[in-house]
C-alpha cells in the first residue's frame, strides 16, 4: 500500500510536471507567434504605384541609388489617391522594393534587390505612436532574416515627417 501511495503520488507529481512543460511550451509559442516579423510576400501582385531611378550624385544614392517600386496593398489603394489630408486605414501596407540596376547597350536593366521597406499601418498599437500609427522594416537583400530598422523614428520617420500631411506616406497615384 505504502509502495503504491507513493506511486500515485510520484506519478501525480509527473503528470503535474508534464502539464507545466505543456503550458510553458504553449506560452513560448504564443510570445513567439505574437513576435512573429511581418513579411510580404505577394506584394508584387499589389498596385504598382510608380517607379524611381536615383542615379549618381543624389543625395539620398549612397541608401536609395538603384531602381525602386512602390507597392500598395488594396487597403493602401484605397486611400492612396486622395491626396493632402489622406488617411490610411488599419491594415493599409505599402511597399518600397529597391533593386540594384546595370547599364547595357543604352538600356537601364534591374538588378538584384538591395532593400525591401514597408510602411504598416496599425493606429491601435500603442508602440507605434511615435511613428504615427506606421510600422516600419526593411529587410536587406529582400532576406527575411535581415530586418534592419532598429531606431524607426530616426532611421525612418524623421524623414518621412516632411509628408504629414499626407498620413506620411510620399508616393501620389498617378493614372
Ligand atoms: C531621407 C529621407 C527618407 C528616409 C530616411 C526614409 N525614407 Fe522612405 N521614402 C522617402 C521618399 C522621398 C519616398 C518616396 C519615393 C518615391 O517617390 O518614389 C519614400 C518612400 C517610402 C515607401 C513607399 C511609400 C511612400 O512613402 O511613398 C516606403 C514603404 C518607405 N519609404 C519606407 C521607409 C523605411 C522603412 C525607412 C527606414 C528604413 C525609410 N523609408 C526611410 C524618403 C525617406
Redesign the pocket.
Known amino acids: 500500500m505504502k509502495t503504491s501511495g507513493y506511486n500515485l503520488k510520484n506519478s501525480l507529481s509527473a503528470k503535474a510536471a508534464s502539464f507545466a512543460l505543456i503550458v510553458s511550451v504553449l506560452a513560448v509559442y504564443k510570445i513567439s507567434t505574437a513576435e512573429r516579423q511581418y513579411f510580404p510576400t505577394d506584394y508584387r501582385k499589389w498596385h504598382h504605384?510608380?517607379?524611381?531611378i536615383l542615379e549618381e550624385g543624389h543625395p539620398?544614392y549612397e541608401?536609395?541609388g538603384g531602381i525602386?517600386h512602390?507597392y500598395?496593398n488594396d487597403k493602401a489603394y484605397k486611400s492612396i489617391n486622395k491626396g493632402a489630408g489622406r488617411k490610411f486605414e488599419d491594415g493599409s501596407v505599402?511597399?518600397?522594393d529597391l533593386l540594384d540596376v546595370r547599364k547595357e547597350g543604352n538600356a537601364v536593366i534591374e538588378g538584384k534587390r538591395k532593400?525591401l521597406?514597408?510602411?504598416r499601418k496599425n493606429s491601435k498599437d500603442k508602440s507605434l505612436e511615435k511613428t504615427g500609427g506606421w510600422e516600419?522594416?526593411?529587410f536587406g537583400g529582400g532576406d527575411p532574416k535581415n530586418q534592419?530598422?532598429n531606431d524607426?523614428v530616426a532611421?525612418?520617420?524623421?524623414?518621412?515627417m516632411?509628408?504629414k500631411d499626407?498620413d506620411?506616406?510620399?508616393?501620389e497615384w498617378r493614372e
Open positions: 504605384a510608380k517607379t524611381m539620398l541608401a536609395f525602386h512602390v500598395a505599402l511597399v518600397f532593400v521597406a514597408y510602411m516600419y522594416k526593411a534592419i530598422v524607426p532611421q525612418c520617420h524623421n524623414c518621412h516632411q509628408v499626407n506620411f506616406v510620399f508616393t
